[in-house]
T-cell receptor, first 114, second 117 residues
Framework: AQTVTQSQPEMSVQEAETVTLSCTYD???????LFWYKQPPSRQMILVIR??????QNATENRFSVNFQKAAKSFSLKISDSQLGDAAMYFC???????????FGKGTSLLVTP | DGGITQSPKYLFRKEGQNVTLSCEQN?????MYWYRQDPGQGLRLIYY???????QKGDIAEGYSVSREKKESFPLTVTSAQKNPTAFYLC????????????????FGEGSRLTVL
């Protein structure tokens, strides 16, 4: 079984500043995918960024980047130059690539203040 | 446009009634999923299906049932056996897991909010 832990129920950041959301996971698989999803007030789940475990290079998508530490099973999300539209619930998820479904953390609510 | 359609968006149920939530996708995805979302609980897997006429229980399948008669459709029935059905339900789909070409990404519908009166 896989577990995903997000230890920060809520985070706050000022506009234009940088914030890091934490995620740790537990899996016995050697090959897997990791994801960060965003859920704004509309509740539509949106993929933010994806990391393949066999790639050592950290994924980057514009203002979003990850710090992937495979040995520590850590997968944090960094949001640079935060914008008001970044305010949302953020979920970390792991896909063990073993035929099962994504396993999600409990989420971190991000507040962005002007 | 390709995507996932869930209906209805809002549903009210009296205690003791079964209700069915619809989920249709036109992405030609093999796998489909149902998740339940409660405040502070994240997304919890109810059922998933990787192929037509086959499905597997997730972590919280008790009180729910599904069918997969067509590749495009994966309806979820919330039965009267589900003791606390008030929640937000999300349907998702993906390319078949296990294939190296598959990125594992889930595509989500807009969700259905079920309230028991």
């Amino acid at each position: 079984a896989q577990t995903v832990t997000q230890s920060q129920p809520e985070m706050s950041v000022q506009e234009a500043e940088t914030v890091t959301l934490s995620c740790t996971y537990d899996t016995s698989e050697s090959d897997y995918y990791l994801f960060w999803y965003k859920q704004p007030p509309s509740r539509q789940m949106i993929l933010v960024i994806r990391q393949e475990a066999y790639k050592q290079q950290n994924a980057t998508e514009n203002r979003f980047s990850v710090n992937f530490q495979k040995a520590a099973k850590s997968f944090s999300l960094k949001i640079s130059d935060s914008q008001l539209g970044d305010a949302a619930m953020y979920f970390c998820a792991c896909d063990p690539n073993s035929g099962y479904a994504l396993n999600f953390g409990k989420g971190t609510s991000l507040l962005v203040t002007p | 446009d390709g995507g996932i359609t869930q209906s209805p968006k809002y549903l009210f149920r009296k205690e003791g009634q079964n209700v069915t939530l619809s989920c249709e996708q036109n992405l030609n995805h093999d796998a489909m999923y149902w998740y339940r979302q409660d405040p502070g609980q994240g997304l919890r897997l109810i059922y998933y299906s990787q192929i037509v006429n086959d499905f597997q229980k997730g972590d919280i399948a008790e009180g729910y049932s599904v069918s997969r008669e067509k590749k495009e459709s994966f309806p979820l029935t919330v039965t009267s056996a589900q003791k606390n059905p008030t929640a937000f339900y999300l349907c998702a789909s993906s390319s078949l897991t296990g294939a190296r070409s598959n990125t594992g990404e889930l595509f989500f519908g807009e969700g259905s909010r079920l309230t028991v009166l």
